[in-house]
């Protein structure tokens, strides 16, 4: 690669890779952190230089937290709230793609510009009258009044990529399968979905990632401590575990631990993902 | 067999004429599930918030309609608001521009065959991914004034002024918070950067090269300029992320001390949720809506930003 030599040439490599490791240190450091404050014995009342010099290391944090908080509980609350979102994301927005794509109806690029404006929303903006919602539907304080706003929220995204995947998609294999007799469903389902994998990864990461980290309508919606998803436990033991910083860290890595291991086993369809469509730009 | 034979051809396509509409109409099922949800969820609530601003009311009993004076005491006397405006100000600028500046240095540096590239690019969009809540408590720990890392380091090493009360000067407070936002999404610029460089072609590195530009020409009057559908994604991404700034402040200052931090997404929740002027709220949140939909759609409409680089 001609500018990789350039690079090196004109800055001198090792100016780049101290530039590099000095950055990746600040990066990491409030992680490494938050690991070793969760690991801090319990006779250390504070932490020293943010928790990165410890006089021992122990598990005492995290058996106290797995004692006194249900973690597993809310691990499970944030999959039931989080896998229907992006199932219904992902249902709702193909079949809305298709049709902004491929079929005609009455002001179509109304309704897609319509459906756009969400994007443009602060989601504070909408914790009032969602929250009134939700006590009028009895949504209130189930997962349910979560679920259906996070699919709303995630469905105009959806709807872009899918579509321009779709607008992308050669006509003639559409045309194939419909003189076969295949309904417009079909073609959707037998012809187009099964090769719609890297725009349907993006929109699943996305969905997901945006979902699992929701924090301001969680916090307006969720009363009992019992369906509250991760994002909200900090908050449950932050009086409980105040004078106990080990502890506290100890949750946010229990927390932090699931989305790590993801990311690290799907790096590539995140960085792919995100990067996919962008050869064409 | 005998059955179709039956059929007289004018009654066919008349049948085939029914079948055409109703399909055509079908077709518009296809996007009604999307559309149902976001009445009830976005259309609706825009609304409802336009309709409550116009009232006193406290989300439980029947408000009391009062015009516009909710808007008139935002902008006549409510320094909580004005603050916020301010803030929101100096948030769009701190965050968007540095992130975007560091966000393409990585991403030119990584795009290259550096090694450890990976494991590099992985480090830094890696902040993005945890949950805004853990972020915000772990830095409140970096800023603590007593044991905290950056106290602790300036008290070793007599750096006095890295022992600031971070997040409880009020001087300082926005700008604490600013720095951890800059922290979490300069991966998400870089990330859009690599994507956004691995579209340029070849030839047009190259040619700038054979022309003898050097690295910084070359970067500023070819590499910029082809990638301003990235900066554009990422100052309309910007923008809105500044406008629903929400989580990091409510655990690093709560808008605090005395509203010098708040932004509006936060003085909505406080107003609404803890001093239950739900009418009042109502009234932020139309500034922050027509705010969010007058600067969006400037940059979509006049500018031609887009929300994806997949769009």
Redo the contacts between chains.
């Keep these: 690669?001609?500018?990789?030599l350039?690079?090196i040439k004109?800055?001198g490599l090792i100016a780049?890779?101290l530039?590099?490791i000095v950055?990746?240190l600040?990066?990491?450091?409030?992680?490494i952190?938050?690991l070793l404050?969760s690991f801090m014995p319990p006779d250390q009342r504070?932490?020293?230089?943010?928790?990165?010099m410890l006089k021992g290391i122990s598990l005492a944090n995290y058996l106290a937290v797995f004692q006194d908080a249900p973690v597993p509980r809310y691990f499970i609350n944030s999959l039931i709230i989080t896998i229907p979102s992006v199932f219904f994301v992902i249902a709702?927005?193909v079949?809305?793609a298709?049709?902004?794509s491929r079929?005609?109806?009455?002001i179509k690029e109304f309704?897609y510009y319509?459906?756009?404006?969400?994007?443009?929303?602060?989601?504070?903006?909408?914790?009032?009258?969602?929250?009134?919602?939700n006590r009028t539907l009895h949504f209130y304080n189930t997962y349910l009044g979560l679920i259906?706003?996070y699919?709303?929220?995630g469905?105009?995204?959806a709807?872009?990529?899918l579509r321009?995947?779709f607008d992308g998609f050669p006509k003639d294999l559409e045309d194939a399968a419909r003189l076969d007799g295949c309904s417009?469903l079909g073609v959707l389902w037998r012809v187009m979905l099964p090769v719609s994998w890297p725009?349907l990864t993006?929109v699943i990461i996305w969905q997901f990632?945006t979902s699992?980290?929701e924090?301001?309508l969680a916090?307006?919606t969720m009363e009992d401590n019992a369906i509250k998803p991760?994002?909200?436990v900090?908050?449950i033991y932050s009086g409980q575990f105040m004078a106990r910083?080990g502890a506290?860290?100890a949750i946010?890595t229990i927390?932090?631990i699931p989305?790590?291991v993801v990311?690290?086993f799907m790096?590539r369809y995140?960085?792919s993902g995100?990067?996919?469509?962008?050869?064409?730009? | 067999m005998t059955s179709i034979s039956m059929i007289n051809p004018g009654q066919s396509q008349r049948t085939l004429a029914i079948g055409k509409a109703i399909r055509k109409n079908l077709s518009f099922f296809f996007v009604v599930p999307a559309l149902v949800l976001f009445l009830v969820f976005v259309l609706y609530p825009i609304i409802y918030i336009f309709r409550a601003s116009l009232y006193e009311w406290n989300g439980l009993s029947a408000g009391t309609f009062i015009r516009l004076n909710n808007y008139i005491q935002l902008i006549t006397s409510d320094r909580g608001f004005h603050l916020a405006l301010r803030n929101s100000f100096y948030w769009t600028f701190l965050t968007i521009f540095p992130q975007m500046f560091l966000g393409f240095i990585l991403a030119y540096i990584l795009n290259s065959r550096i090694i450890g590239k990976n494991i590099f690019r992985m480090i830094f969009y890696m902040p993005a991914i945890i949950s805004p809540i853990v972020i915000g408590i772990v830095w409140e720990r970096i800023y603590n004034p007593f044991g905290g890392l950056l106290a602790d380091v300036g008290r070793v090493t007599g750096l006095a002024f890295l022992q600031q009360s971070y997040v409880s000067d009020p001087k300082l407070a926005i700008f604490s918070c600013i720095a951890v936002n800059v922290w979490q999404w300069t991966g998400f610029s870089m990330l859009l950067y690599l994507a956004g460089l691995q579209g340029l072609s070849e030839e047009v590195l190259d040619a700038a090269a054979v022309d003898g530009a050097n690295l910084l020409q070359k970067i500023r009057h070819v590499v910029w300029p082809m990638l301003r559908h990235v900066h554009l994604t990422l100052i309309l991404l910007g923008v809105i992320g500044t406008l629903q700034t929400f989580a990091l402040i409510f655990v690093l200052t709560k808008g605090g001390p005395n509203h010098a931090s708040e932004m509006l997404p936060t003085y909505i929740f406080q107003n609404a949720f803890q001093l239950s002027q739900m009418g009042y709220a109502s009234a932020i949140s139309v500034v922050l809506l027509l705010l969010a939909l007058i600067l969006s759609l400037f940059q979509v409409v006049v500018l031609g930003a887009r929300f994806s680089l997949h769009e």
């Design positions: 690669m001609v500018s990789n350039r690079l004109q800055f780049v890779y530039f590099l950055m990746a600040i990066w990491l450091l409030p992680v952190m938050m404050v504070a932490p020293e230089f943010g928790g990165l709702l927005s079949l809305a298709y049709g902004f079929l005609k109806f009455f309704w319509l459906l756009l404006l969400t994007l443009m929303l602060p989601i504070p903006t909408l914790i009032i009258p969602i929250f009134q919602i259906l706003p699919t709303a929220l469905i105009p995204f709807i872009i990529i321009s995947f417009a725009s993006v990632m699992w980290n924090f301001i916090l307006v991760l994002t909200l900090p908050l910083p506290m860290f946010l927390i932090t989305i790590m990311y690290l790096q995140f960085v995100m990067t996919a469509g962008a050869l064409k730009g």
